[in-house]
């Protein structure tokens, strides 16, 4: 059985998505499992490769060739999108022209990974603040992702083996996080994760639902009863259809060493309340997965690293468990 198809995007070509791609290229154990394919710039990544006395990435290809026989080539490369020139980039510091580079390495595989070229797509981080100045007014990822594919409904989730959360809402500010809470989006955040954990653990998970207010809500004592209101009704909609669900717990004692004993993964109502834990447990092997949508993707768990970038610091691990993790999925 042919190995699966791996398209990495390079992410913001000023943070460390460039060195995470060469040393991810380099690494043999990577070869075993999947064939990755840098969709990214070779100008860059060779001039960051000779900065930092990495080898130079081999084969590369540009859209013609990849058109032409791309698909046919089973060992890994680097697909050459041409976005920018090498001038255009200064390590660390956000621009527009890398704002608009890193779109078009995501938007191409995204593309490509529709027309089952590739059979998934893992992405180095991007700068929210480039993406904006470049026009693309996307939180993120998984807002470009859910709009490129036409998602009915998708969702964040970051998993390790210490721990996963599941995000209903994500990147918005805390006062628009009550009024974009519905029991319609929480019940599709609840089997979606639901879904993806038994496809990960091969068994039915157990789930469980934080509140949104302090001492989940002290029976309307704190907030606007939206525990009462909104949460409580997704979770027995979601018990009805016979998942293994419990909440709204809490979000101060939820992440507690019993809890997570018995907890395949949490349903969080905004980014914090579950990335804060998730990170200070696993912040070097998390993964960022997109539920919900036609085609896999996995991401690095941290951002661009902007203070650190070509300076040969980072740290390839994220990047190869996610890798690990798409190919995993696409089988």
Known sequence: MPLPRIAVTMGD???????????????????????????GDYNILHRVAE???LPDPFPVLDEEMWSQYGEGINTPFVLDLNALGEEEVQPGIVSAACGSAAYRYFTFAIDQALRGSVHAITTAPINKEALHAAGFPFPGHTEILATRTNAKRSCMMLTSEAITCSLVTVHVGYREVPGLLSTERILDTIEL???AMERLRGHAPRLLVCGLNPHAGERGLFGDREEER???????????KGIDVSG??????????KYRATTDAYVCMYHDQGLIPLKALAFEDAVNITLGLPIVRTSV?????????WQ?????????????????LAL
């Open 193 to 195: 994760t639901a879904t």
């Open 230 to 240: 909104t949460i409580a009704p997704a979770i027995a909609t979601a018990r009805a």
């Open 312 to 328: 040969g610091k980072a740290d390839v691990s994220s990047l190869i468990q996610a890798v690990t993790l798409a190919a995993k």
């Open 51 to 53: 900065q930092l006395d």
């Open 301 to 309: 768990d941290h951002g661009t690293a902007f203070d650190i970038a």
């Open 248 to 257: 709204p717990l809490p979000p101060d004692t939820a992440f507690l060493p």
């Open 13 to 39: 070509p000023a943070g460390v998505g460039p060195e995470l791609c060469l040393r991810l290229l380099a690494d043999e154990r990577v070869r075993a499992f999947c064939v990755p394919i840098v969709f």
